[in-house]
């Protein structure tokens, strides 16, 4: 076992609500905890599926007065799973969300993804998970 532990990923957004309101009404994460500081100009707001004790999480972080980010060509995309990808990208794309792939098969694989992005163009892919 490892000493390190996995705490969370942080993104920098150019509209906090809009980054809070895609995460938690759209993919059903919770809002866990928000911090402002004003002295350095920045608010955080971290989100997740659980507490932060026992999961990874999200962390939001929005530089006052920056409503735009570069995407830089290291970072790849967030992974989350769900238990019918069809159903969840037709939900998706009826509230908007931009779909940069459509749900099927990986290529030269049988695992069904698709990927969406997020309100600042951050790529998420989905991954199908059946209920076991």
């Known amino acids: 076992?490892?000493?390190f532990s996995?705490?969370?990923t942080m993104l920098r957004v150019g509209?906090?609500?809009r980054?809070?309101?895609?995460?938690?009404?759209?993919?059903?994460?919770?809002?866990l905890r928000r911090t402002e500081v004003p002295e350095g100009k920045y608010t955080l707001v971290f989100v997740g599926y659980g507490d932060e004790d026992n999961n990874?999480?999200?962390?939001l972080t929005y530089n006052w007065g920056v409503d735009h980010y570069e995407m830089g060509t290291a970072f790849g995309h967030l992974a989350l799973g769900v238990p019918d990808i069809y159903?969840?990208?037709?939900?998706?794309?009826e509230a908007g969300v931009k779909i940069t792939r459509e749900p099927g098969p990986v290529k030269f694989g049988t695992t069904v993804i698709a990927f969406?992005?997020?309100p600042d163009g951050y790529k998420i892919e989905l991954i199908e998970r059946?209920?076991?």
Do not use: Q, W
């Not at 990874?56 to 962390?59: A, H, I, K, S, W």
């Not at 159903?87 to 794309?93: F, G, Q, T, V, W």
């Open 1 to 3: 076992m490892s000493e």
């Open 6 to 8: 996995y705490l969370h």
């Open 15 to 17: 509209d906090l609500e």
């Open 19 to 31: 980054s809070v309101s895609f995460y938690t009404g759209l993919l059903g994460m919770n809002e």
């Open 56 to 59: 990874t999480v999200l962390e």
């Open 87 to 93: 159903a969840a990208c037709d939900k998706l794309r």
């Open 116 to 118: 969406i992005e997020d």
């Open 130 to 132: 059946k209920p076991h």
